[in-house]
């Protein structure tokens, strides 16, 4: 079994910073290779889009809406962080945590349980 938990959500200010963090556990009768984590987000009334991604080499990418102010980061294989900075209220959405890659030779992705980001004043 693969799971995503995701935490560090919450209520901030326009301007303000949040760290999200998505822990990934694997039993150990699992064999699960990683090809990349990513984090989307879906805001009411909105399709869920990507925000950032970490590949298990290292690369990142971002969402044009989001670079320079949000920084991916962290081991694929343990735990990954989302740090947002300069936050505004369009941020606010539920962010979820996603992880690709191949459960023994089929290729096969897991979702987290999401955390709510709030922007306002």
């Known amino acids: 079994q693969v799971q995503l938990v995701e935490s560090g959500g919450g209520l901030v200010q326009p301007g303000g910073s949040l760290r999200l963090s998505c822990e990934i556990s694997?039993?150990?009768?699992?064999?699960?290779?990683?090809?990349?984590m990513d984090w989307y987000r879906q805001a009411p009334g909105e399709q869920r889009e990507l925000v950032a991604t970490?590949?298990?080499?290292?690369?990142t990418s971002y969402a044009d809406s989001v670079k320079g102010r949000f920084t991916v980061s962290g081991d694929v294989k343990n735990t990954v962080y989302l740090d947002m900075r300069t936050l505004k209220p369009e941020d606010t959405a539920v962010y979820y945590c996603?992880?690709?890659?191949?459960?023994?030779?089929?290729?096969?992705?897991?979702w987290g349980q999401g955390t709510q980001v709030t922007v306002s004043a």
């Open positions: 694997i039993s150990s009768f699992t064999s699960y290779s990683i090809h990349s």
């Open positions: 970490l590949t298990s080499g290292g690369s």
């Open positions: 996603h992880v690709s890659g191949w459960l023994i030779n089929v290729a096969k992705d897991y």
